[in-house]
């Protein structure tokens, strides 16, 4: 799938990276603070209550979601991915997403995928919920492809054995892909906790659904497979994961937390997992996600994107 851009940037407007294999993008979620702000208290279940019954209340940050292209231009980003939850009360707003698409346009931006969550478990054992959650995802698939995006990021999630959720999460991909297709969307699965965070397990899915509009998004940092309330007791070796994963990826997320003095993350030997990454012979979009506490959220993603770059260049 190639990008259809909001508006598409002259030669002299592309950065140094865009000129090669790789296009570096701005990751929605790496803003969740400034956008939902006090909403975040910490109490998800309330959070999740409110997103279902009152989505815009749930915006009580200093920033405007709705300003996402500008905020992205003004920090160096031709390319954005957008979150859902930011958007949830606009499912189904066409004069919405087409005000949103001239914002792009004036921005000289494109959206290159949207992130969707809270609308069901694609791996659902029970069919008939299954299938509601694949078309709880139609009308972000609509929305991707009004505004010229070209993929939409799910997740494979569902209860039971991890042979009967993969069994089930293919199954759930494959009729949502079979959509998708049609609109000339991609549809990527990211390693996001539960069986999904096991690289073995997600390119297992990958290899039963077999579809060339589905896809992985490996990201760096998501492969705890179980929580507890003291923090991740079962995680999976992220460079395996990435490896695994690689093959099948549409995109990939650059996750990040913790900078030292030399603007190398702390946690992650980002040249290494370039590396895989290069090796894979994957040739694509890069997304920043800053989650850390260490700074300001800008900070963190422009850290992101100094590091991006300098790992790229010396590849």
């Not at 407007?13 to 294999?21: I, M, V």
Request: net charge negative.
């Amino acid at each position: 799938m190639l990008f259809t851009a909001c508006n598409s940037s002259t030669e002299s407007e592309q950065t140094a990276e865009e000129t090669s294999d790789y296009k570096i993008s701005l990751a929605q979620w790496s803003l969740h603070k400034s956008f939902f702000g006090d909403a975040l208290n910490g109490n998800w279940a309330e959070f999740g209550r409110l997103l279902m019954e009152s989505p815009d209340s749930l915006l009580q940050g200093e920033l405007d979601p709705n300003d996402f292209p500008s905020i992205a231009k003004e920090m160096g980003f031709n390319t954005i991915e957008l979150v859902n939850t930011f958007y949830f009360s606009k499912a189904n707003d066409t004069e919405f997403w087409e005000g949103f698409k001239a914002k792009c346009d004036e921005a000289g931006v494109e959206v290159g995928l949207i992130m969707c969550d809270a609308l069901g478990n694609l791996g659902n054992a029970d069919s008939v919920e299954r299938m509601k959650t694949v078309e709880n995802h139609y009308p972000w698939i609509d929305i991707a492809a009004m505004l010229g995006a070209h993929t939409i990021r799910v997740n494979a999630a569902g209860e039971g054995t991890a042979e009967e959720v993969a069994t089930n999460a293919a199954d759930g991909l494959a009729k949502l892909a079979t959509y998708a297709a049609e609109k000339g969307i991609n549809v990527v699965v990211e390693n996001h906790g539960g069986y999904s965070s096991n690289g073995e397990w997600l390119a297992g899915v990958m290899e039963a659904v077999d579809m060339e509009n589905v896809g992985t998004l490996p990201d760096f940092g998501n492969f705890c497979i179980e929580r507890t309330p003291d923090g991740c007791a079962n995680e999976y070796d992220m460079y395996k994961g990435i490896t695994e994963l690689m093959p099948h990826a549409i995109g990939v997320s650059a996750k990040t937390h913790n900078f030292d003095e030399n603007g190398n993350e702390t946690d992650k030997d980002f040249v290494r997992i370039m590396n895989i990454v290069k090796d894979s012979g994957f040739k694509g979009t890069i997304g920043v996600e800053y989650e850390g506490n260490g700074m300001t959220e800008k900070e963190g993603i422009l850290a992101t994107k100094a590091l991006l770059e300098k790992v790229i260049a010396e590849l």
